[in-house]
Structure formats: structure tokens, C-alpha cells
């Protein structure tokens, strides 16, 4: 196919972390590996320069997009603004697509922009959907902005798209992928330094930010049951420090889930630190199973392939995309949401059983390799840059 001059755009990309930016991360410098020539337009953040490079892919921050700094602002009088900001990125990048990312929610007046931009301009506008909300925004700027094509990253949020009304041809299912070889199941050698105090112990490893909606709560209630059966099990929750917190949830999530902790008296037995990409790939390596029993309807869940790829065995709950990747029984196992009984239950089982662990982790890095790979997804994605195109 020809190049395409790709500008994407997004709230936030690293050091702000969370799923939609890692996925970016690995979508865009695939892109451009490929030949085609890839820019994101995203929030400021902390220490960045306004314009920088990440591998290959041209980076350019705006304080307009930066969601911590808009909550606090609010959304009143920035359509002028976000409008020169927007004109000056596509004058200056000129692409073939705008691709936008999670922008059908958190604010009208920036979808009703690039609305405006893509119509005037000629330029298709393609949204992929890493969320679906109950709430009317998200119908409304779903169903009502002039989207050329939707990308849903699961089943269950097409679903949700087609839901509310949006034309089912015109939204397409492309599943995250990642890269493989960065993922690697346990190797012989010295446990870092800072690890040190989980030597020689079981490690549970729930990879995604600390919430209350990822079900970091629930681990802790499993935890009270895994230690009367396993004395030397060790929950390891990932801390987070920059993340979009639009709704200034986080830091009331955290304060309960330490509550749990002292309650339930699992000081000695929860490891909580900040991790970077390299860390959790090293704590992926050290880990015994891992856990991701989110409370809400998660769309898909990138840790889900991390897991898998390091060969570990993942326990999800049974909500949004994540049934899609994690057959109960075959490469981990899948539980009621809050269920932390049957969570406990489950973890216990993985821990106790070294044959079932080893045969759930290396069927889900065949399945990872098999059909969540980077390669797959950016192939996929090319796709439906072309058939938009046309």
C-alpha cells in the first residue's frame, strides 16, 4: 500500500501512563517502521519539551489537551483555542487520516472540533473506542460526530457501540497486540535489589494501576483467604503516580485499598511500588500468576497479553473484553465479578499446582504469538486506513 501520513491524537501519552498510552506506544512506531509517517497530537506533561520524538513518531504537547489540567480549569471558552491549536497540527503535519483516540468522551467542544476540522479540511476522521460509558456524552459524541469509521479494541465494545445506534459496517474490531519479545517467561539469575524481600516467596502480581475499578480491592479480600492456605504468597500492587484522573478519584481508591491492607493485616505480605515499563516486565518474569479482577466492564486489558506472553497464567473476571482472550481452564482462569471467594480460590489452585501452572502459562503465550501480536494489530489497522481511504 502507499505511505500514509497518520495524525493521531490523544489525551495523554508517557510519562503519563495507562492502557490507551501504552497501546500508542506501540502502535505508532510500528507504523512508522512500515514507511508511513506517524505524529500524535496530546497533553502536557510534567519535564516534556512541546515537540519531541519517540521512535520515529513525531510528539507534539499542548496544555488544551491535558485532561488533570482541564478538570481543574473546566471546558468553558476552549473552542477557540483548541481550534488553532488543531489547525496549526494538521497545517504543519498534513495528513491523509486523523485518527483520534477515546476523543468521543470527556469533552464536547474538542470532538465538535475535529468534527468541524476533518469536514472543512477533507480529511477522514477515524475514532478508536478503547471505552464505552453509560453516560449521555459518550452517546452523544459517539452517535452524533461525523466519524469516518470506528475502531472497537474488543467485541463487547462494538457491541456497545452498535447500542447506541452507530452504523455496525462502520465500525471494525481490532484487538491490541503487543510485542512479544519484550515479554519473556522467568530466566535463571540474581532477584534486583529492590525486589529482594520477594525472594523465595509465591508472587501474585496484579499488574494494572491501583483502583478500586481494576479490582485492586478484591485482591486484598482474596489475599485473606490465599495466606491461611499459602503463608508465603506476596500481592504485588502496581502504585501510580501519572495518570489522567479526570474524575480525582485516585488518590480516595489508593487510601481505602491501604485501609483493606491494615485491616486484614497483609502489610508484611503486599509489595506496593511505582514500576516503570522495564520493571513491570521484570516483575511479569518473577511472578507465579496474575490478577486482573476488574469491577467494571473492561473493555480489553493490555496486562491480559503481558501476562500471557511472559507466560503466566491471568485470572480476569467475567466482564467487557476480557472473556474474548482468557478461556477459563485453557491459558487462566475467569471468575464473578467481586467474587473474591472464587478469585482466592483460583489463585490458590495456580499456586498449589505447579504442572497447571506451567501448561495454562505456555498455551497463553501460543495464543498470544498466534493472534495478539503488534504485527497483527498494525496490519489490521492498516486496513482500515485503506478501506477508509477508498
Known amino acids: 500500500m502507499k505511505k500514509i501520513n497518520v495524525a493521531h491524537m490523544h489525551w495523554g501519552f508517557p510519562p503519563i501512563i495507562g492502557g490507551v498510552e501504552t497501546h500508542l506506544t506501540i502502535l505508532m512506531p510500528e507504523l512508522a517502521k512500515k514507511g508511513h509517517s506517524v505524529s500524535l497530537l496530546t497533553g502536557s506533561a510534567e519535564g516534556c519539551s512541546d515537540e519531541s520524538v519517540y521512535r520515529r513518531a513525531k510528539i507534539f504537547r499542548t496544555p488544551i489537551m491535558d485532561l488533570n489540567w482541564l478538570g ?24 491523509d487520516i486523523i485518527h483520534a483516540h477515546n476523543m468521543n468522551y470527556f469533552s464536547k467542544p474538542h ?9 472543512k479540511k477533507g480529511i477522514p476522521l477515524i475514532l478508536t473506542a478503547h471505552n464505552a460509558w453509560d453516560k449521555a456524552l459518550f452517546l452523544d459524541l459517539t452517535a452524533n460526530i461525523n466519524w469516518s469509521h470506528i475502531i472497537a479494541v474488543s467485541h463487547y465494545i462494538k457491541l456497545e457501540i452498535m447500542g447506541i445506534g452507530f452504523d455496525d459496517k462502520k465500525v471494525t474490531v481490532v484487538h491490541h497486540g503487543i510485542d ?6 522467568p530466566k535463571k539469575g540474581k532477584i534486583p535489589a529492590k525486589y529482594e524481600q520477594l525472594k523465595g516467596k509465591r508472587i501474585v502480581f496484579h499488574p494494572a494501576r491501583m483502583g478500586l475499578a481494576k479490582g485492586c480491592d478484591i485482591s ?29 478519584s485516585q488518590q480516595k481508591d489508593i487510601a481505602y485499598i491501604l485501609y483493606l491492607i491494615d485491616v486484614f493485616g497483609l502489610k508484611d505480605s503486599t509489595f506496593i511500588d511505582v514500576f516503570s515499563l522495564d520493571e513491570m516486565v521484570t516483575l511479569y518474569s518473577m511472578a507465579d500468576v496474575c490478577l486482573y479482577p476488574s469491577s467494571n466492564s473492561e473493555p480489553f486489558g493490555l496486562t491480559m497479553l503481558e501476562s500471557l506472553a511472559s507466560a503466566k497464567p491471568i485470572i480476569v473476571t467475567n ?17 464473578n465479578v467481586r467474587d473474591y471467594e472464587a478469585l482466592g480460590s483460583r489463585i490458590a489452585q495456580i499456586l498449589l499446582n505447579d504442572r497447571l501452572r506451567e501448561r495454562l502459562g505456555y498455551t497463553g503465550k501460543e495464543i498470544v504469538e498466534n493472534g495478539f501480536t503488534k504485527e497483527i494489530m498494525t496490519k489490521n489497522t492498516l486496513k482500515v486506513y485503506e478501506r477508509v481511504l477508498k
Open 180 to 185: 512479544t519479545k519484550r515479554f519473556y517467561p
Open 319 to 335: 466482564s467487557g473484553g476480557m472473556p474474548e482472550v482468557i478461556r477459563d481452564g485453557i491459558n487462566g482462569f475467569v471468575v
Open 220 to 248: 486484598v479480600k482474596a489475599m485473606k483467604y490465599v495466606k491461611e492456605v499459602i503463608p508465603d504468597a506476596v500481592l504485588v500492587l502496581a502504585g501510580t503516580k501519572n495518570i489522567i484522573d479526570w474524575d480525582v
Open 72 to 95: 481543574k480549569r473546566g471546558l468553558v471558552g476552549i473552542e477557540d483555542e483548541f481550534e488553532k491549536v488543531c489547525d496549526d497540527f494538521v497545517n504543519k503535519v498534513k495528513p
Open 111 to 119: 470532538a465538535i472540533v475535529l468534527d468541524s476540522l476533518s469536514k
